[in-house]
């Protein structure tokens, strides 16, 4: 009886080395994929960061900016009488208010680019005034509040209240650009602006008239050399009122 024989054979190398490219192309595909979502994701990441820094820094010199000048009972209380002349504590610069009343000042910043805002309120104490300070802090004690807000050579938004140690508010800021919105034509009784003023260029009489501040924050651009990114820094713009200067005049 004859017993037939099957051929029994392996792969040819040619068989091989196409599977071998098959795979290696597949598993290259599923690498720059990866290498694809992590970039995209971390990408992502820094902007949300960018967005939450400029959020932060622009609602809270927001909420300094519109309480500039506030005093807890307007019967029994004056600007005059609650907000007396003098020097601003504050280490690396010398400012002042100039005159009693005056709740706001600034300078051109000699450590870093940009300008330094100073802006003081008064609060009640008893927690009703719903007033924070430049960190975001609700004042329960009755005093005036000096919030000083600038930069500092490494590109930190800084904020000191009552010339105390400056806490860090945001990081990646390169420039501040503040430019006060005055009334100059007093033949109109209105509270409109009608210019608006570098921080250079304000004078000790222009003070009492800022009706409002429009605010310029130049941040570092987490995303410079990516597709379509050809600027460093990105700047963000907003205009603050002060709320006891604007409005409608009775």
């Known amino acids: 009886m004859k017993v037939l024989r099957r051929n029994h054979r392996g792969f040819s190398l040619v068989e091989l080395m196409v599977s071998i490219a098959v795979a290696l192309f597949l ?21 949300s960061q960018l967005q939450d820094d400029q959020r932060l820094a622009m609602t809270l010199i927001a909420n300094v900016v519109q309480s500039a000048g506030y005093y807890p009972d307007p019967i029994l209380m004056t600007a005059t009488t609650e907000f007396k002349a003098g020097p601003v504590i504050f280490t690396g610069q010398s400012l002042s208010f100039a005159a009693d009343g005056q709740s706001m000042t600034g300078a051109t910043n000699t450590t870093a680019a940009g300008d330094t805002l100073v802006v003081r309120f008064e ?19 009755k005093s005036v509040i000096v919030n000083t807000l600038t930069l500092d050579a490494n590109s930190n938004l800084l904020c000191a209240i009552n010339g105390q140690t400056p806490i860090q508010l945001v990081t990646g800021v390169t420039n501040m650009q503040v430019w006060y919105g005055l009334k100059t034509d007093f033949s109109v009784d209105n509270n409109q602006v009608d210019t608006y003023v570098p921080t250079a260029d304000m004078q000790s009489a222009d003070w009492p008239n800022v009706i409002s501040l429009r605010l310029t924050l130049t941040f570092k651009n987490p995303l410079y050399k990516e597709a379509g990114q050809t600027s460093q820094t990105l700047d963000f713009t907003r205009v603050v009122t002060v709320m006891n200067r604007a409005g409608v005049k009775t």
């Open 123 to 141: 609060t009640s104490g008893t927690g009703s005034d719903n007033v924070i300070d430049c960190t975001g802090h609700q004042w329960t004690g």
């Open 27 to 47: 598993v290259g595909g599923v690498v720059s994929m990866l290498a694809s979502t992590r970039h995209t994701y971390k990408n992502q990441s820094q902007l």
